[in-house]
């Protein structure tokens, strides 16, 4: 890891578009970012507090965010007005927001998602090498362990939640030059066991369910991010646990942890270890890896 600031993008001019009479699509850039993803996220949560009469959805995105509303109560036009008058008012080198710090254990190179990989190697860029000998061998690391060192090194911040219900996409709180890149597989899998973490691009993800896949796979969770039951304590409000604005700390655990802690989630008994911070993407600019520490210090406390 190097002392490197965070670069600043700055972001073209917003892009409003209509989706049939009740949505707003809104592109604050093309590529993802800090600047785009940060924008996104407190314009979104300005619509949200505001409580504006005929908004019934609100979904952020990585560089774009898209609103439902009635236009029988508010017209697309006057719709399309609130939006730029929110975003004008926001700023995001004076803006915060109060987020969770979350830990994830995560047992890497588990039995499961290993099985799924070898099954699949003919789609692969490397025949010949699990996901995270290549992943670390393209980002001129050593070896599987320095990979998952580097990977485990600095949280990764949910940047929306989306493609199947309850999936977090999660970008690395670094510079871009310390970020990790790999691509997807030439050819999707057919199958992914829940619960497993991967990657494809600069994104971390936790497959909520068992299904198709392209991401490279590294380790598995034994805690849920989908509960459609509602029988865990931290999904009563919601049948997905990640939101926007979350901070993922993965942490690796030994297979005596990892049945541990499935044993409490299929009990129903397992609580997520979390902490509130206020987050200030300003002072995360400007010293990346200090801020990183300093706000999932508080996790383990």
Known sequence: MTEARIERT??????????????VFVELDEAMSFDANFQAMAITQQISERDIDGVTEICPANASYMVRFDPDVIRPDAMVDRLREIAAETDIEEYSWETRIVDVPVLF????????LM???????????TDLEYSARI????DAEAFIETFVGAPHMVTMVGFVPGLPWCFQMVPRSDQLEVPKYEQPRTNTPGRAVGFGGAFSVIYPVQGAGGYQLYGRTPIEVLDAEQTLPDFQESIVFPNPGDVLNYRPIDRDEYDAVREEVEAGTYEYTTASVEFTPDEFFEAPHEYNEEITEVLYE
């Open 10 to 23: 700055e972001l073209p001019e917003p892009r409003y578009e209509f989706g049939g009479d009740d949505h």
């Open 109 to 116: 190179q588990d039995p499961w998602t290993h099985e799924t």
């Open 119 to 129: 099954e699949f190697r003919d789609r692969h860029q490397d025949p010949d090498a």
């Open 139 to 142: 980002n001129g690391l050593e």
